[in-house]
């Protein structure tokens, strides 16, 4: 299931080329990000990359400040529904400055 008309989604694999080496090549911090920095998650509902179950279990093991499920929503959330993702990073980024 996607939310996005056919010809965006052309540039897919190109993308997915860089998220394969940036989940691949070694990693250098000596300690996971999401233990110490502050997070906020917005997930779409019928993302079939990455589950909306497992999506709930990370933003919970990392304590996040916001977690948001878009209803209807798939895996391109930014393209598909870039108000809730803007209002999601608005949030964090208000929440920051205090």
């Known amino acids: 299931m996607t939310c996005l008309a056919g010809k965006l989604t052309r540039y897919f694999p190109v993308r997915q080329v860089k998220t394969e080496r940036a989940l691949t090549d070694e990693l250098t911090a000596s ?35 916001a977690t948001r499920e878009i209803p209807g929503a798939s ?4 393209l598909s529904q870039p108000g809730a993702v803007t209002a999601v990073i608005l949030d964090a980024v208000d929440h920051i400055k205090e």
């Open 31 to 65: 300690e996971p990000g999401w233990h110490t920095a502050p997070s906020w998650f917005v997930y779409g509902e019928h993302d079939l990359n990455i589950p909306a179950q497992t999506v709930r279990f990370m933003a919970e093991r990392a304590s996040a400040r």
């Open 75 to 78: 895996h391109a959330l930014a």
